[in-house]
T-cell receptor
Framework: GAVVSQHPSWVICKSGTSVKIECRSL??????MFWYRQFPKQSLMLMAT?????????EQGVEKDKFLINHASLTLSTLTVTSAHPEDSSFYIC???????????FGPGTRLTVT | ELKVEQNPLFLSMQEGKNYTIYCNYS?????LYWYRQDPGKSLESLFV?????AVKQEGRLMASLDTKARLSTLHITAAVHDLSATYFC??????????FGAGTILRVKS
């Protein structure tokens, strides 16, 4: 089956610094990638939709200047959390969708802790 | 705005028993997804239901979709401890965006 990787799997950073998370589709080309955030004991909330070569579409309430998304190729999307604060600590999960299928393939997630 | 509701939110079951998790959604959709999440892990795809009346089974889990009632069920047969996890249903909005239910935490007790 299709594989999506994320890097890093966990990261601890200091408040005020920036962190970049990578999402890669390893064996298929992803026309669209999605970024989700999951707080403890909660469901997944979509943050943004990323299409290759175009600007990401952010969900209401998600600050686009704080969560920078770049989808530079059909196999790579990155999420940069800028000026991170403790309230940004969360589990970030990406998923990738390949045109022509109904499946979304989820990455293993990145646990971000901001101290 | 699409809303997806699951119930129950928490389910404690004895091994060997049967139970059903329900997923209701508020707007028309002909597709629905079920996922499993283990603690500290990402999502594992269980089922993709693509049409009204779709039924899929894998092991002790069976999922069905009634698009007219906007209802999907995930039925657990003869539960075993290994099924303990959180189960999510999700419905696509425009552009393949998924809206997730709140999740059902399943604990199977031996």
């Amino acid at each position: 089956g299709a594989v999506v990787s994320q890097h890093p799997s966990w990261v601890i950073c200091k408040s005020g610094t920036s962190v970049k998370i990578e999402c890669r589709s390893l064996d298929f080309q992803a026309t669209t990638m999605f970024w989700y955030r999951q707080f403890p004991k909660q469901s997944l909330m979509l943050m943004a939709t990323s299409n290759e070569g175009s600007k990401a579409t952010y969900e209401q309430g998600v600050e686009k200047d704080k969560f920078l998304i770049n989808h530079a190729s059909l196999t790579l999307s990155t999420l940069t959390v800028t000026s991170a604060h403790p309230e940004d600590s969360s589990f970030y999960i990406c998923s990738a969708h390949s045109g022509g299928t109904y499946e979304q393939y989820f990455g293993p997630g990145t646990r971000l802790t901001v101290t | 705005e699409l809303k997806v509701e699951q119930n129950p939110l928490f389910l404690s079951m004895q091994e060997g028993k049967n139970y059903t998790i329900y997923c209701n959604y508020s707007t028309t959709s002909d597709r629905l997804y079920w996922y499993r999440q283990d603690p500290g892990k990402s999502l594992e795809s269980l089922f993709v239901l693509l049409s009204n009346g779709a039924v899929k089974q894998e092991g002790r889990l069976m999922a069905s979709l009634d698009t007219k009632a906007r209802l999907s069920t995930l039925h657990i047969t003869a539960a075993v401890h290994d099924l303990s996890a959180t189960y999510f249903c999700a419905v696509p909005e425009y552009g393949n965006k998924l809206v997730f239910g709140a999740g059902t935490i399943l604990r199977v007790k031996s």
